[in-house]
């Protein structure tokens, strides 16, 4: 007898039919005597419909984000009162709750509300009766007694939390993909879907364009010590688990996964007299923009004049601001000028092991070189190597790395 | 400086582009320091929608009560989020609130739910803080913490209640008629509209064929001494207001409305032999089987055999029902036969003040005696009598009372 937590998204839930499925398969897939709860997305389109509404009230209605969450938390609201009802047509009692009855209080932030506690009482009440129990992911309840959503991969986060409040033995986010792979397989054929990752290796991936896990959610796994399964809602087969520490020998690979991320700019400042407080004038006015800068390089272009130049990347959509910003920062600077470059991507390698395994730099650096691909910027991190390279070079790269990492 | 209530139907909410029409209605209509609360009901046709989505899972989604109204009571969350939406872009503060929000305290009655409570704490807070109060009508909370739905006409319910609760100076019911007729004015063109009617005189009303506003809301209006203001949602016009007692002088119309209801079958259980119980027979097998039987009269046939007729009405949906029990009986009561006729109407009289007056009766069958039109059946209240007549009958036969009652 297990408590087992599965969470289904929007796409697994867009018709009547499809939630009969989902209905089906956790029947299918759970012993009796299982205690299940089930957590939901809003059907499909919804979401982008009610939006659609609400703009036509109001050309910007995501002023009004208190009124946001209350149009949104009727999509979940929707799912779980069909699901309960398709559970109950195949003979299995159930309840559907919204993320407020289940338990689960947020921040008073609206629309992207984080998840300060889950009191699943109800919850565990309706499972010792033997029901499962529906939940309307991607919301919650403030403390004014306001519905909250809770931004993107809101869902998988509630799924998450809830494993967690109620010390389930797993959690399995069901996904239009079968696991996390070494690569993204529309770009690697041969890459190969791991059976476990760390959850710092996991949020290092998204964190360097790997989408299939939200980080709020890794993040919440991580704090309760949740194991998340992600698997396909299309077959019976394991797909990834995601956890603290390996438990089964995959240990040849110290890399886990090689990622790419063509949604980024370079911007390159040019002929920068060398000053102290010249990087902080800059990238100051971007914090306060509140925009992420990424990779950065500094380097001497004419030690005689002691000129520099300043490169860094941003993430694509920030970049017409950033653009305002650091040419104001130039002039001021009096830099011979700035130089935008959209057309680099990001590759990356990311494995918790290899700090202290020296040589994986070289690899990855060995197998752009003998690609052709040329290196623009580099960074690091404690599991991770990041280059910056031409953006019409991924595939090329992306598949020369693997191929060192992950031989056939 | 009021407190004002006012309520806005599903037709009139159908669009974004009628919401915001509401909205402005509202700013229109209100003074400056006014404190506005605003019942609405679902979008048009969502609440319809929304069945359809769960008949697409299963067949019979009645069944499951308590998911019906988790699904239902998402029609009026969606319109009240693009209400409150609507007032903020027109620069109004305003602020949405769930029925469960609003204090709506329902017994544990789903789909049918009785308010027992409204515990307005929250709409007071905002009131206070100068904001528009948007309120979903027709749901409320059980003390399980579910939410319920109220049935039909529940919106008005709702409005009333809260007006009650909230203690407010008028309840406005927004409708597609400018208020209640001595008549049905599709059918009598000099039909006028009431300035005032007693809750008992709606109630009556109500009961025998005016559908303006549901008998729930009207019980609750009465309960709480809320004057109920019912009027159009398309022009400025006052409309009729629904009280205790008047407070105008339109004391030359005893008759208060002249109704009809062709909603209704006759049926005559022909030649019973008079033996004590024979009523009791036929008419507690209809109270099982839940069917609300209407006027009845018994008549001797035959003095020397002891012999009588038994005629009464019921509902024409309950007809078919009723057929099946009374045959049954009139086989154990040794019947001649039994007679069914669904081409028959009532048509009544409504008044407070006709107790004392007599002579309204012998207006009315005067006046249908002109008409030539045959009483088959009479029943009378304290402040009512109808008249069974032919079905193809009853424009003359209305026409003809609101003539007399109603001279021009």
Chains 1, 2 share one sequence.
Do not use: W
């Not at 109950?88 to 984080?114: D, F």
């Not at 959503?149 to 409040?165: K, Q, Y």
């Not at 990238?283 to 000129?307: C, H």
């Amino acid at each position: 007898m297990a408590l087992i937590v599965k969470k289904f998204g929007g796409s697994s839930v867009a018709t009547a039919e499809k939630i009969q499925a989902v209905a089906k398969r956790v029947l299918q897939d759970t012993q009796p005597g299982d205690k299940v709860v089930v957590v939901v997305s809003a059907m499909g389109d919804t979401t982008d419909n009610l939006l659609s509404l609400a703009k036509e009230i109001t050309a910007e209605p995501y002023i009004y984000q208190r009124e946001i969450d209350m149009l949104l938390a009727t999509g979940e609201q929707v799912t779980i009162a069909l699901l309960a009802m398709a559970f109950h047509s195949l003979g299995r009692p159930a309840i559907s709750l919204t993320g407020p009855q289940a338990g689960v209080v947020t921040n008073h932030v609206h629309t992207k509300g984080k998840i300060v506690d889950v009191t699943p009482r109800r919850v565990l009440e309706e499972l010792d009766q033997g029901k499962i129990v529906v939940v309307a992911g991607f919301q919650g309840l403030n403390g004014l007694g306001d519905v909250t959503t809770l931004g993107r991969g809101g869902s998988d986060t509630s799924a998450v939390a809830l494993a967690g409040a109620l010390k389930a033995d797993s959690c399995e986010i069901f996904t239009d993909v079968d696991g996390v792979y070494s690569a993204d397989p529309r770009v690697v054929k041969s890459a190969r879907r791991m059976q476990e990752i760390t959850y710092n290796e996991m949020l290092e991936l998204a964190r360097l364009g790997a989408v299939v896990m939200q980080p709020r959610a890794v993040e919440m796994g991580k704090h309760f010590g949740v194991p998340i399964h992600v698997r396909s809602t299309f077959t019976q087969q394991t797909g990834t688990i995601i956890r603290e520490v390996y438990t089964v020998e995959e240990k040849e690979f110290i890399i886990r996964g090689v990622t790419h991320d063509s949604n980024v700019a370079k911007i390159a400042v040019l002929g920068v007299p060398n000053r102290p407080g010249i990087a902080y004038s800059i990238f100051s006015a971007l914090a306060d923009a509140n925009i992420d800068v990424d990779m950065i390089v500094q380097s001497i272009r004419n030690l005689e004049t002691n000129v520099i130049d300043m490169v860094f990347t941003v993430a694509l959509p920030d970049l017409a601001q950033t653009k305002i910003i650091v040419e104001q920062a130039a002039r001021q600077l009096a830099a011979a000028g700035v130089l935008v470059d959209e057309a680099v991507a990001k590759v990356s390698v990311v494995g918790a092991g290899m700090f202290g395994s020296p040589g994986i730099a070289a690899t990855m650096f060995g197998a752009l070189s003998e690609a052709e691909v040329n290196i623009e910027v580099i960074s690091t991190s404690e599991i991770s190597i990041s280059c910056l390279i031409k953006e019409n070079q991924v595939t090329a790269a992306v598949n020369a790395i693997h191929a060192k990492f992950f031989p056939q």
